[in-house]
Nanobody
């Protein structure tokens, strides 16, 4: 059984920054890909960023150049550094192990002036 626990959400003004963290339980963290998704109420969940075990990354076009996904295998933690935040980035952010049933509980990010 794997548990994913996100933290770091909150409210920020446009142009601000936040860093999300996702701590994973279990011993397989270093050999699995991890991803961040987000969801706006009434819309489908969308992929934001993904990182492979080797550290290769991929991003949604809407966040390229502003968001950075990273991982610390020693801490079983994946991060999402979000800079130059925009109101349209407002959503609940989830971490997940891609193609599995394992999702975190979500953390709210609100970007508003």
């Amino acid at each position: 059984q794997v548990q994913l626990v996100e933290s770091g959400g909150g409210s920020v003004q446009p142009g601000g920054s936040l860093r999300l963290s996702c701590a994973a339980s279990g011993r397989i963290f270093s050999i699995i890909a991890m991803a961040w998704y987000r969801q706006v109420s009434g819309k489908e969940r969308e992929m934001v960023a993904i990182i492979t075990p080797a550290g290769s990354t991929n991003y949604a076009d809407s966040v390229k150049g502003r968001f950075t996904i990273s991982r610390d295998n020693a801490k079983n933690t994946v991060y999402l550094q979000m800079n130059s935040l925009k109101p349209e980035d407002t959503a609940v952010y989830y971490c997940t192990i891609p193609s599995t049933r394992y999702w975190g509980q979500g953390t709210q990010v609100t970007v508003s002036s």
